[in-house]
């Protein structure tokens, strides 16, 4: 939600200034709250394959479950999106995709391209394709630990990974910065191989749920923690942004350093956010549950069809900034999209795979 604030405030307001720094904070903790909430339910699957020998043939199936949970509505909106299909007047040509040039968006290596290649549908799925890359490497280095483990520390073997996860992006982004290599890519901030963390603070709060009963007071604690620590953090975004001498008087080694460890400033908060809004809501009143539940039904496809609709309707002047009612409209249109889409596409094959042999070696949600 914080994601849509962010792109229908850019759309709707362009007010310019702090709002608009705001408003971009906003987006980019709605990411890393989103990384914190995904890696905080997958960890939860992460977690139960810890309880034996994590075989190959596991692995398969997490990915595989993994696959058939994002690729099918992602490809759907690729292929509507496709300039060779799109002959309607409904469509924008600034997000129009060609995928005989946008070859590496189906595959998610987006990120590894300048941004000149770039379609608008790739200002969005940049953060899908981070979350895509750490979902695939994540369970490799835990059947790889699995192997040395013994059966003591089995039950340490995600937090392990975790760490290590953490402090080799850390490590890597800093001398990335530091060095401003092209080898790293056009982008930095969103390269696959320096955010293999991206995750790592919502399954490391996962794995806290399960090994102990977090308390309301906890709980409470822990969204206090969270939010205060984003707000704080709201304040440097500002800072690094308003004054035109921070980069002149820090030096190239603090400037890599800050760079380096940004992205764990705020995915740590986002996830003592998540971790305690977890152990509240099943306390919170029906409407509110059910509310909730239908957002986080929708989540992934709002995710994808939000931006698209955003330029088809400005595009016919359905978006006025000087008048509520098509804003409203809009809005309408972005969640009935999202509905259409996960009724369409995400529930069928969903059903598919859950009748499918494409079961875990123990009952599990993956959601």
């Not at 020998?53 to 949970?69: D, Q, V």
């Not at 520390?153 to 060095?179: N, T, Y």
């Amino acid at each position: 939600m914080l994601v849509l604030l962010d792109h229908s405030w850019k759309w709707w307001f362009r007010t310019g200034g702090r709002s608009d720094l705001v408003a971009g904070y906003a987006g980019m903790a709605g990411v890393e709250i989103f990384f914190s909430l995904s890696g905080f339910l997958i960890g939860s699957i992460l977690i139960r394959l810890t309880h034996d020998e994590i075989r190959l043939a596991e692995i398969k199936t997490f990915w595989s479950r993994r696959w058939l949970r994002t690729l099918p509505a992602y490809w759907a909106v690729l292929l509507l999106l496709n300039s060779h299909f799109s002959t309607t007047p409904w469509y924008d040509a600034h997000f129009l995709v060609d995928l005989t040039d946008d070859w590496y968006s189906p595959f998610f290596l987006q990120n590894f391209v300048s941004g000149d290649k770039w379609t608008q549908f790739s200002t969005v799925t940049w953060s899908l394709t981070l979350e895509e890359w750490f979902y695939f490497f994540f369970p490799i280095l835990l059947g790889i630990l699995g192997k040395f483990a013994t059966s003591t520390h089995k039950q340490h073997m995600v937090p392990m990974v975790c760490g290590v996860l953490i402090f080799a992006s850390v490590l890597i982004r800093f001398f990335a910065w530091h060095e401003n290599d092209p080898f790293w890519g056009p982008n930095l901030n969103i390269n696959p191989l320096l955010r293999l963390d991206c995750a790592t603070s919502g399954v490391l709060a996962a794995w806290v749920a399960n090994q102990m009963k977090v308390s309301n007071r906890q709980a409470a604690f822990c969204l206090l923690i969270g939010i205060v620590c984003i707000l704080a953090m709201l304040r440097v975004w500002i800072w690094t942004f308003e004054s035109a001498r921070w980069v002149g008087w820090l030096s190239g080694f603090a400037v890599a350093a800050y760079q380096s460890i940004r992205p764990i400033l705020i995915e740590a908060p986002a996830a003592f956010i998540v971790l305690g809004a977890y152990s509240v809501l099943p306390t919170a009143n029906r409407l509110t549950t059910d509310i909730v539940g239908f957002i986080a039904r929708i989540s992934y496809s709002l995710y994808l069809v939000h931006l698209p609709i955003f330029y088809f309707s400005n595009a016919h002047q359905l978006s006025l900034e000087s008048d509520w009612v098509p804003k409203i409209w809009v809005t309408f249109l972005v969640f009935f999209g999202a509905w259409v889409l996960h009724k369409a596409i995400e529930l069928p094959v969903i059903r598919f795979r859950d009748k499918s042999r494409l079961h875990p070696r123990q009952p599990l949600e993956m959601n």
